[in-house]
C-alpha cells in the first residue's frame, strides 16, 4: 500500500493495512513514520522521491520473503502497539492528567 502524503497527522489507513498484513510505503510525513517501521512493516521514503518509491515497492513486490516478512511484522506491530485497549489507555491517562493540572490551578 502506498501512503505518498503530503500532509498527514497519523496514517490510519496505512494502520488499517498493516493490521490485515498488507506492507505499506509512506513518505516521511506527519505520524506516518509512527505507524511504518522503515525496513520492518515497509519503507518510509521521502516526499517527491518517485524513483526510490518505485525500486521499494518493486522490491517488495517481486521478493517473496521479504513480502512475507513485512506482512507478518505489520500484524504484529498493529497488534502490539496500536490495540485498542493500550491507545484507550493512552486517552484516559492524558485525559486524567488534565484534570488533575486544573484542579492544582
Do not use: W
Amino acid at each position: 500500500m502506498l501512503l505518498l502524503s503530503q500532509k498527514e497527522s497519523f496514517g490510519l489507513v496505512a494502520l488499517e493495512a498493516m493490521a490485515c498484513g498488507v506492507p505499506c510505503i509512506g513518505t516521511n510525513i506527519g505520524g506516518i513514520p509512527e505507524v511504518i517501521i522503515d525496513g520492518e512493516t515497509g519503507f518510509i521514503c521521502e516526499l517527491g522521491d518517485i524513483n526510490t518509491i518505485a525500486d521499494k515497492a518493486i522490491y517488495i513486490l517481486t521478493n517473496d520473503n521479504i513480502h512475507k516478512c513485512f506482512s507478518d511484522r505489520s500484524i504484529e506491530v498493529a497488534n502490539e502497539k496500536f490495540r485498542a485497549d493500550l491507545i484507550v489507555k493512552q486517552y484516559e491517562d492524558l485525559y486524567f492528567n488534565l484534570i488533575r493540572r486544573s484542579e492544582q490551578v
